[in-house]
């Protein structure tokens, strides 16, 4: 998988590591992780999670705009079945698609799947808006994980927040008011959306995109 070298450069850089302590992190020797590094290419996925984990970011994060899914075209319930590597996607329109979401209802049929070798989630629904430049875009498609455990958050990553009311892309941090979340559009964002955890009907991880001006 290729990736964003130069970002993950910076990252280290920020939490004051050295490439060597990030290889033992990894477990994986010095040279293994430059290799990686120099030819700008992970071999294994589940290491860039761990890898993201370390940073305290999220593995999209970490991608290469370059790393796009394949849209696998129409398949039938039966074929997506039987390939765990098929992700639906759902178009999300009118009310019983956002309370889909959270009451473990079912879809209509797919409008189609994606082949993403390795990453693991849950479904795909198309992100619309443009505050979470550059790493979405209006049109992009997000493949979303379902967080099933809510008594810990990943902070400082990007979510799909559902309430009853609606679905909100946005980064989650840390509020210092109890049972109180903050939603940024961007890290250092200073347009901040306080949400009450009670509020929230589910939350999904955004886990890969498939940026549409690569489809």
């Known amino acids: 998988m290729k990736i964003n070298k130069e970002h993950i450069k910076f990252l280290i850089k920020k939490r004051t590591l050295k490439q060597k302590q990030v290889a033992e992190k990894l477990n994986v020797t010095q040279q293994d992780f430059n290799n990686w590094m120099f030819r700008g290419i992970f071999p294994h996925f589940n290491k860039l999670e761990e890898l993201a984990a370390i940073l305290e970011t999220d593995v999209t994060n970490l991608y290469s705009l370059e790393n796009v899914a394949d849209p696998a075209g129409k398949y039938s319930n039966n074929h997506a079945s039987k390939n765990q590597d098929m992700v639906p ?3 999300m329109e009118g009310e019983f698609g956002l309370a889909a979401l959270w009451m473990n209802a079912s879809f209509d049929e797919p409008k189609d799947y994606l082949h993403i070798p390795g990453v693991k989630a849950d479904l795909f629904i198309t992100y619309f808006g443009n505050g979470m430049e550059p790493q979405l875009s209006n049109g992009d498609l997000i493949g979303l994980r379902k967080i099933v455990d809510q008594s810990f958050y990943n902070y400082g990553t990007t979510h799909a927040i559902v309430t009853q009311e609606q679905l909100l892309i946005k980064s989650l941090q ?10 940024t559009n961007l890290e250092y964002d200073e347009n901040i959306i306080e949400i009450p955890t009670k509020a929230i009907k589910a939350l999904y991880t955004l886990v890969v995109v498939v940026k549409r001006n690569l489809l």
């Open 89 to 91: 996607l759902f178009e």
């Open 174 to 183: 840390k509020s210092s008011k109890k049972d109180i979340l903050l939603l």
